[in-house]
């Protein structure tokens, strides 16, 4: 017992020690020095965020609409634009610090995630390499800190609730929403829906939890509808395609559109090694 209070009592001190450093640098060093943790890319969203609070839509510009972002940290974001009278270099240091706030929270996440799982000095172990290699680099200005967050929380819920095995319909809904938000995070997390939907068919086939499975299925991607649909329903009415901007550029440069024959392009042995990676 004491062992374990000990490996948790270093646990907190490392994660305290991490965040309270780390915002200590985000307050007081220069900006020239902050800005280069964050990426030009952040920026973008900054503008957006900063042009969505003043009542000018979602543009970068002030000329044209876009939605050419991870959605859900920019929708975050709006509310500090709105609230916080601050220039861009103090918004950078309020949004990094929010960051540092969310990594944090998802190591202590982790933490109790792997003292479920395995014991204290692995959750020790797990916690010090989160600490060391991931709560710095996820902040970062773009959506990393709330990924990864959003992504320890569905994993301990999962692991708490006994996903698939132990896990009623009503708890498979709530995580079919975490993984809805998790996918708004960062929309090319939507392949952990289809890891998701292939871990429930397979087991289908068991001998008596057929009907079970699909029903948790169907209870799991309830939840994750409820949350995506909504977002590619309004993509599809304002910009006439559910990808957003950037996913269309990427796919189909120069000219934005969405071909469904894109999807067969890696190959039959690419296709099969993304089959087996969502496995």
């Given at each position: 017992m004491d062992g374990n209070r000990s490996c948790e009592t270093v646990f907190y001190a490392m994660i305290a020690l991490a965040c309270a450093s780390l915002a200590l640098f985000l307050l007081a060093a220069p900006m020239e020095r902050v800005l280069t943790i964050v990426p030009d890319d952040a920026s973008y969203y900054f503008e957006i965020a900063d042009n969505a609070a003043s009542g000018e839509g979602f543009t970068f510009d002030r000329l044209g609409e876009t939605n050419g972002y991870q959605p859900l940290w920019l929708y975050l974001l709006v509310p500090f634009y709105r609230i916080v009278p601050a220039g861009p270099g103090?918004?950078?240091r309020v949004i990094t610090i929010f960051?540092?706030?969310?990594?944090?929270?998802?190591g202590?996440?982790?933490?109790g995630l792997l003292r479920r799982a395995s014991s204290a000095c692995a959750a020790l172990a797990g916690g010090s390499l989160f600490a060391a290699f991931v709560i710095a680099p996820a902040v970062n200005?773009?959506?990393s800190a709330l990924l990864v967050l959003l992504l320890v929380v569905l994993a301990g819920r999962a692991v708490r609730s006994g996903f698939p095995d132990r896990c009623g319909a009503g708890e498979a809904f709530r995580l079919g929403l975490l993984l809805g938000l998790a996918v708004l995070a960062r929309l090319d997390t939507a392949f952990l829906c289809v890891s998701t939907g292939l871990l429930l068919l397979a087991g289908a086939?068991?001998?008596g939890a057929g009907r079970r499975r699909i029903a948790l299925l169907a209870a799991t991607a309830l939840g994750a509808s409820l949350i995506i649909l909504p977002y590619l329903s309004y993509n599809a009415i304002r910009f006439g395609s559910p990808m957003p901007i950037s996913g269309l550029l990427k796919s189909s440069f120069p000219v934005p559109a969405f071909d469904p024959a894109m999807l067969l392009e890696p190959g039959p042995i690419g296709l099969l090694s993304l089959l087996l990676g969502a496995i």
């Open positions: 103090t918004m950078v960051q540092v706030l969310l990594s944090g929270a998802a202590l996440f982790l933490h200005g773009m959506e086939a068991a001998g």
